[in-house]
């Protein structure tokens, strides 16, 4: 897996838990932390974030099969 990979899984992770945490708690994490969804730095998050996302849309895509050299099975 390429480290593009795993930076994204982590940042859609994180956004996953956010979106749950405004679900069930109505309490925005990134908001809380940068002091307002409207702040300079929660939008540059949110847009990673949804940037992650679509990069996760690859992974759908990819042949994930990997050969063993020497493996017959």
Known sequence: MMIMDKISL????????NWGSI??????????????EATVL??????VVALAGLWCISLLF????????????
């Not at 990819?62 to 099975?73: F, H, I, K, P």
């Open 10 to 17: 982590v940042l859609v992770i994180i956004g996953a838990l």
């Open 23 to 36: 679900g069930l708690f109505r309490f925005d994490v990134v908001s809380w932390i940068c002091g307002g």
């Open 42 to 47: 929660a939008r540059i998050i949110y847009t």
């Open 62 to 73: 990819r042949d994930t099969e990997t050969s063993e050299s020497g493996s017959t099975n």
